[in-house]
């Protein structure tokens, strides 16, 4: 009877190894994160980064991302300026005070990877692909946004440029 109770566990812990649901990676986002954005003026960064990161290279499937960016963190160098940008007229951070991201799939590319997903900003919401890298315990990103295509000051749409090269950076650790 015990030289059966070996091979039965064995078997049993095979059998139940296949059936193990893999999960990605979570990451905790540093509080040094920050997005720069730069449309030569004004320019600056957000900081108050929060959400939760799963990402594992080996298992992009499971791997997703879920930020969201607190707008009164908004920092272009110039008091006047970040007053005005959280106004009304700009990001209205009183009636959208966050941009969030969420994936819906992370892929792949020759030169990283990429996450399509979700950018919700200002009461607007399109779908954006992210190329970005992860090395060094660090995701860093890049795309361009149109403020015009949600909806960030169209009343004068020459004042300030209308598109912005975002660059993302986010510290992560285990």
């Not at 700009?90 to 994936?103: L, Q």
């Not at 315990?137 to 020459?158: A, C, H, W």
Request: charged content about 20%; cysteine-free.
């Amino acid at each position: 009877m015990k030289k059966l109770i070996y091979p039965f566990i064995a078997m049993v812990l095979i059998i139940g190894s296949a059936f193990t649901i893999f999960k990605a990676q979570d990451w905790k986002i540093a509080d040094t994160s920050y997005v720069k954005f730069d449309g030569g003026d004004p320019s600056g960064q957000f900081g108050g980064m929060k959400g939760t990161i799963s990402f594992d290279p080996n298992d992009l499937t499971n791997s997703k991302f879920d930020a969201t960016i607190d707008v009164t963190t908004i920092n272009t160098g110039n008091g006047m300026k970040n007053t005005h940008a959280k106004s009304e007229k700009w990001f209205d951070a009183d009636k959208y005070p966050s941009i969030e991201f969420a994936s819906s799939a992370i892929t792949k590319t020759a030169d990283g990877y990429e996450a399509k997903g979700i950018l919700s900003m200002h009461g607007i919401q399109k779908e954006v692909v992210i190329p970005f890298t992860f090395q060094d315990n660090t995701f860093k990103g890049s795309l361009t946004v149109n403020r015009l295509d949600y909806n960030i000051n169209t009343e004068e749409p020459n004042h300030g440029a209308s598109s912005f090269k975002v660059d993302i950076s986010v510290p992560v650790t285990k």
